[in-house]
């Protein structure tokens, strides 16, 4: 008995660390792990993200999503679709579809169809601040384990935000920046203007924050292990500029 359940082991284990979990648009471009999606509107046709979930894997998987953070609103007004459900709001933590429910099932190298996968934020709050909603996408076993890599993304209402499409002049513009999104034992940023920082990991969970000086100012992240994160400037007007960070040794 022992030596059949060590050959279970043996034929499932391998399925599960090839299992790969993918996000691409509608067109088909890849969306990387971490990106952000801004959006300085709430007209449906212009702010709605539409995405497809891909299996790059030959053995089927289960997929569930997951809100992991939510910052400058309730949930409300942020219309979430999958499969053949389209919810009006999300709650914090809440899982898509939920572990009584059955999961998202990916057939091997197949992808979800777009027009039932999108994220849309009717709401303005504030009118100020930018709204955002961390989404984490990841696969689950028959028994809601977690395994493989996740993929985590950004939705982000910001009313202030100025979608140019020369990036080089928009970064002239913003109030601060970050010197290098490559670092080890601190990160070198230039402001403007007194801000406040926050560096969340990828699940969402935010492991350093603070306040910095106008000029140029030194974050010390040594207490921080190597990997990737994201890191969040905002000024007192409410203005956010965010950047994918990676620590090395």
Not at 26 to 37: K, L, V, W
Request: charged fraction near 15%; aromatic fraction near 10%.
């Amino acid at each position: 008995m022992k030596n059949f359940i060590f050959l279970l082991l043996g034929v499932f284990t391998p399925c599960f660390s090839q299992a790969q979990l993918a996000l691409v648009k509608e067109n088909g471009a890849s969306i990387s792990n971490g990106q952000i999606f801004t959006y300085n509107t709430t007209n449906e046709s212009s702010a709605t993200l539409y995405y497809k979930i891909k299996n790059t894997s030959s053995s089927a998987v289960n997929v569930r999503i997951k809100i992991l953070s939510i910052q400058n609103g309730t949930g409300s007004g942020f219309q979430f679709c999958y499969l053949n459900t389209c919810l009006p709001s999300v709650a914090l933590n809440a899982v898509y579809p939920s572990n009584s429910n059955t999961p998202i099932t990916i057939n091997g190298n197949s992808e979800t169809p777009a027009s039932g996968y999108n994220m849309w934020n009717s709401n303005t709050g504030s009118g100020t601040f930018p709204i955002d909603y961390t989404v984490k996408f990841y696969l689950v076993d028959d028994f809601n384990n977690e395994y493989g890599t996740p993929v985590t993304i950004v939705y982000r209402y910001d009313p202030n935000a100025m979608l140019a499409t020369d990036e080089a002049g928009k970064k002239q513009k913003q109030f601060a920046s970050v010197s290098s999104t490559l670092f080890k034992s601190n990160i070198s940023i230039i402001s403007k203007e007194n801000i406040t920082y926050r560096i969340s990991n990828m699940e969402g969970r935010i492991v350093l924050q603070g306040n910095l000086k106008k000029g140029d100012e030194a974050i010390d992240t040594s207490t921080m292990n190597t990997g990737t994160y994201i890191i969040s400037l905002q000024n007192d007007h409410g203005k956010l500029i965010s950047e994918k960070i990676i620590k090395n040794d």
